[in-house]
């Protein structure tokens, strides 16, 4: 299996609204990333998990929260966003060597998200 | 930090070969990567070339590796309608490899 899969494939929420993106892979990897993509623009790296901590955050707002609850899936929370957080969500995955090398990363298909 | 550049479009006629190029600025990047992104669709990485290499060839892809102007392409081959996409070229770096560092994509259109 070397597929990434996100669930929902599509999210439209009120600025209100409490809601989570799921990322799931079992291909062995022990990091695994969030990040966010604009129209016609290279993804921006939000969070990475490595060995289930996390290990990197890149200065994302606090109504982002992730969560790894075990080396094959993580989460999204998202709660109180702004339209200008609409954007695709891309989770993706890589293999960490014993060297703590992370290697290639593998996407999934990513959650578009609406915020209204 | 690191720079990674690309020219945003490219335009090829069905059956000819597309090259795509990237340049970079940090001889410490270690591994570069091509992903493909077709229109609302996540990213597929296409191929990579670690930094002692100077090609690599898989199927109608061939990357090539210029360490000395840090100059990376990728050519495909035959280029179909279905390669109509946009490609990212990425980088990572031995100081930080958790990171990879983006170019703005090229937006390749596969003309029939």
């Known amino acids: 299996d070397t597929e990434v899969t996100q669930t929902p494939k599509h999210l439209v929420m009120g600025m209100t609204n409490k809601k989570s993106l799921k990322c799931e892979q079992h291909?062995?990897?022990?990091?695994m990333y969030w990040y966010k993509q604009k129209a016609k623009k290279p993804p921006e790296l939000m969070f990475v998990?490595?060995?289930?901590?996390?290990?990197i955050n890149e200065s994302v707002p606090s109504r982002f929260s992730p969560e790894c609850p075990n080396s094959s899936l993580l989460n999204l929370h998202l709660h109180a966003l702004q339209p200008e957080d609409s954007a695709l969500y891309l989770c993706a995955s890589s293999q960490v060597d014993l060297g703590l090398s992370y290697n290639e990363q593998f996407f999934g298909p990513g959650t578009r998200l609406t915020v209204l | 930090g690191e720079d990674v550049e690309q020219s945003l479009f490219l335009s090829v006629r069905e059956g000819d070969s597309s090259v795509i190029n990237c340049t970079y600025t940090?001889?410490?990047?270690?591994?570069l990567y091509w992903y493909k992104q077709e229109p609302g669709a996540g990213l597929q990485l296409l191929t990579y070339?670690?930094?002692n290499m100077d090609m690599k060839q898989d199927q109608r892809l061939t990357v090539l590796l210029n360490k000395k102007d840090k100059h990376l392409s990728l050519r495909i081959a035959d280029t179909q309608t279905g390669d109509s996409a946009i490609y990212f070229c990425?980088?990572?770096?031995?100081?930080?490899?958790?990171?990879?560092?983006w170019g703005l994509g090229t937006s390749l259109a596969v003309n029939p």
């Open positions: 940090d001889s410490s990047s270690t591994y």
């Open positions: 291909m062995g990897h022990r990091a």
């Open positions: 070339i670690f930094s």
């Open positions: 990425a980088v990572r770096n031995a100081g930080n490899n958790r990171k990879l560092i």
């Open positions: 998990y490595s060995y289930e901590k996390l290990s």
